[in-house]
């Protein structure tokens, strides 16, 4: 049976109470993909069935958390009802665009002519005229020798023709013609209702109605509706406008608006709060008669691994809350103010682990949760004349997690002891002051380093069958004839290994030690990931030696401080840190 196949399908269990659904991790499901199995396995390690290859991962995977509701960030989920939530509604981002300061950069050709407006004329031919015209009270204007030609009314686009038109009604032969409409009137629009700032704004007649309602500075927030915004003419009702089909589709009513026309905005529908596995988090507006699931699943956009949805609310009965599937949700009916938590709570079957190093066959593995590493070594072709069997280590988020934490720790501890000591002396005040500069430039740098979260998994003779985690990145070295020497030398770099020379004459093959080495405290790191300390183990290839920095202080509690942190950070990274 393959490992794929080998991990049992997790028992159906009830829905959880609401208190515990809002402490449910948010688990990433990766898909495997079908690969070819590796053709020869490590010797005595089992008979591990082929793996799967996974589909490509990132290198690191972080564990997701809750979602806060009150900021639609990930962290701890208070009880929020009747609260305020502080998720901005979809569509607040509209007025942030700059409505105010763009214009229309030119007559649309659906432009509707009023009194007012100036049109420029002029003919050559049989006739020569060269005029500025205004449209007069009665909507005409008035052409020499042709008389008064009525445009009131007229698109735009269809002006020049009808000019032409009476032009040569009266000069039938030789003569051309051409107009431009070249001055509007401009129009003043009263903006009210659920507006920031109620008043009266002046703009052009093919204005949008979003520039006129940006400059009242948009819609309120907490009372104003994005989904019934209402241009009102001599009391009638000339157009309505649902800013969501603007947001989600581009489409938006363009009104030609004349002086004294009224914008209103009416006050908000019903409102849901959506958060947790959305590309957003927003409290959407919806309609009266569409208060149900589907219509909150038609607005927001969840993530692909979103699979079930918290419901809390308030119905006739008292406070409400139910944990559905997301085909549950779709059908179920909603009331004003509920929050609505999307969370992806399918749990897989199968992890994902990476495989670098000298080995053949895929990089990515999608085993059974419960798989082992010595299961999974098993299905991996490896050359031995190539590959150190005996040098495996894992490299673990969990670990480097730990580590970074442990270190942080340490560096705090570090601060805290020393930075806020008191002197008795002008001397010791000098002597602390030194040793302050000293202090935070080493935390400085000390926090840039990464931990690796490197696990020792193997020894000489046996490989530990650990279970595996989401996210580990098996290492497998490759057989080394060099050895690699870093730290407090005069010529870091790598040299080939000569079996039977000495710590010491490696250190002097790459120049000596620097005048800022310790050269008690050097370190041998094996190609496993395990760290010993020179003077305790026989130097082998692939070895790399890590010579410490002499912390220079006189304060041996504090010296002593810090190398205990030079040896974490150095077997946490690799990396020698200088002071």
Known sequence: MSLCT??????????????????????????ALPMTAAAQSFSGMGDLPRAQQAAPIPDTLEPPSPVDWRTGTHG???????????????????FKGGFRGTRAAGLSPDYRILPGDQITLRAWGAVEIDRVLPVDAQGNIFIPYVGPVQVQGLPHGQLDGRVRSAVRSVFTDNVEVYTNLQGIQPVALFVTGHVVNPGRYAGSPHDSLLYFLDQAAGIDQDTGSYRRVRLIRDGETIALADLYDFLLTGSIPRPQFKDGDTLVVERRGPVVTVAGDVARPHRFELEPDTLTGQSVLDLAQHTPDASHVLVRGVRAQGPFSAYLSLEEFRRTPLNNGDEILFSADERPDTIVVQVEGSYMGPSRFAVPKDARLR?????????????????????????AERQRQSLEDSLRRLETTYLGASSATPEEATIRAREAELIQGFVARARQVQPTGRMVVASEDRIADIRLQDGDIITIPERSDSLLISGEVLIPQAMVYVPGQSLRDYIDRAGG????????????????????????????????????????????????????ILYQIAIATKVVVDL
Do not use: C, Y
């Open 6 to 31: 080998t991990a049992q399908s997790l028992p159906k269990t009830g829905r959880p109470a609401a208190w515990l659904v809002t402490t449910l991790l948010l688990i990433m499901l990766l898909p």
């Open 76 to 94: 701890p989920v208070p009880g929020t009802l009747g609260r305020d939530t502080g998720i901005a509604p979809f569509g607040a981002h509209l």
């Open 375 to 399: 299961e999974l070594l098993d299905s991996i072709a490896v050359d031995p004349r190539l590959t150190d069997v005996t040098a495996v280590s894992i490299r673990r988020l969990s670990v």
């Open 513 to 564: 030690f620097s005048q800022h080495a310790d050269r008690k405290h050097i370190l041998v790191v094996r190609q496993n990931g395990e760290v010993r300390a020179a003077d305790q183990v026989a130097l082998r290839p692939g070895d790399e030696i890590l010579v410490l920095p002499e912390v220079p202080t006189k304060n041996l509690q504090l010296a002593a401080t810090l190398t205990q």
